[in-house]
């Protein structure tokens, strides 16, 4: 994400002691029904809760003011719904929110920290993107019993940017331990030529793994659109040339794209993508944008069969009413438990599930403070809509995907 609102260059000293959680981005490829599927920490049981399911709540409630860029949803590894956002602190990298139970509409969300201090980050940073504001648009893949947390650091405005990489063996709201490594990406460079594909912009990752069981990463935000390459064994480093899927019609006069999703979905890769702008508050004009493909790496297209690359992308969500320039969507799938059983232990029958969106958006009502917001993805004539997360879908004890 490219933000207005400047933040302590990376190197300042932190101040506190290091928070240590992950976002997670579950991918409908980790949820498979010979693959048993664990508790997830059980509803909150107040009073404002069992109203929420009642219908008389329909807003996601705790401390979701200030949450730009947030990440998909994940489950730590003590079943604590988590989410990753960015930070525009001196004191930590990346915040971390919680939610206080299962049920994902009716739970409180609270904040609970920093992912790492800032003075965490590897020296490679100072080298590669001296002039980098802030740890930007986290995301986290879980493979092999490995977290793998990703975040960009660059500049606004500028095309001098990175992907970051930090794991950790175990994820949990205040206590994870993370290990940085080199970048999985860079931009920008003053040795590197900017032709082609390199001129994307190594902003707003999302690693995800496709039907083969190759992984791979989408990344990119204005310069050169949004592109796909795959990743190592290790997750750690790209495996040849970027390939563009996604670009504006005219990029010299509207460059605005980023903040792209791959969910394979339905017998369809969907990228999900904004255009226009962020961080102007009631001045934001970002709007959600999705098309599809039957390959990973495209072409991808749209409702009425324009090339995204050609500046095509249906519209999905935008500004309405005090919701304001809504963006940067991360996917969850959650299993649902079986009707009458609050545990999930057939494995030969394909669990129910539900896909909650996560994004932000500026509150008109609240002077434009960017806030969380969930909501329920669906089909209608085969192209996905959003929708309120239905409290009455979110039972007392719910499942998902380890």
Not at 70 to 75: H, M
Not at 340 to 351: A, E, F, I, K, V
């Amino acid at each position: 994400m490219l933000f207005l609102l400047a933040v302590a260059a990376v190197g300042a000293a932190a101040v506190g002691a290091p928070a240590v959680h992950s976002q997670s981005k579950a991918d409908a490829h980790l949820i498979r029904p010979n693959v048993p599927v664990r508790p997830a920490w059980s509803s909150a049981s107040s009073q404002d809760s069992r109203l929420c399911r009642q219908g008389g709540r329909r807003s996601v409630q705790g401390n979701v003011t200030n949450v730009y860029d947030p990440s998909g949803i994940v489950l730590g590894d003590d079943g604590t719904p988590l989410i990753f956002s960015t930070s525009h602190s001196i004191n930590g990298a990346i915040n971390v929110h919680a939610a206080s139970g299962s049920d994902l509409r009716c739970s409180s969300w609270r904040w609970a920290g920093f992912a790492f201090p800032l003075t965490q980050l590897p020296s490679w940073v100072h080298a590669k993107v001296p002039a980098a504001q802030g740890v930007w648009a986290p995301d986290l893949h879980w493979t092999n019993g490995t977290w793998h947390l990703y975040f960009a650091l660059s500049s606004f405005g500028s095309q001098r940017s990175c992907v970051g990489h930090a794991t950790t063996p175990r994820l949990t709201a205040e206590s994870a331990v993370w290990t940085q490594h080199p970048p999985v990406l860079c931009s920008g460079q003053p040795d590197e030529a900017a032709t082609g594909a390199s001129l994307i912009n190594a902003i707003d990752p999302h690693v995800f793994v496709d039907e083969t069981g190759q992984p791979c990463m989408s990344v990119g935000s204005f310069f050169g659109g949004i592109a796909v390459v795959a990743l190592d064994a290790n997750l750690g480093a790209t495996v040849g040339s970027l390939t563009p899927v996604a670009q504006r019609a005219d990029p010299t006069s509207d460059p605005s794209i980023e903040a792209s999703w791959i969910h394979y979905d339905q017998g369809w890769y969907w990228l999900y993508l904004n255009w226009g702008y962020c961080c102007r508050g009631v001045a934001s004009t970002y709007n959600i944008r999705v098309g599809r493909s039957k390959a990973v790496t495209g072409p991808y297209l749209d409702k009425n069969s324009t090339a995204l690359l050609d500046g095509g992308g249906t519209l999905l969500q935008a500004t309405d009413g005090a919701v304001i320039g809504p963006g940067q969507v991360g996917l969850f799938v959650q299993v649902l438990p079986v009707t009458g059983s609050s545990t999930n232990t057939d494995t030969d029958t394909p669990p129910t599930t539900r896909t909650v969106v996560s994004e932000h958006y500026y509150n008109g009502a609240n002077a434009g403070v960017p806030t969380l917001n969930l909501l329920t993805l669906n089909y209608v004539d085969g192209w996905p809509v959003f929708s309120p997360l239905d409290p009455s879908l979110s039972p007392d004890s719910s499942h998902s995907s380890p």
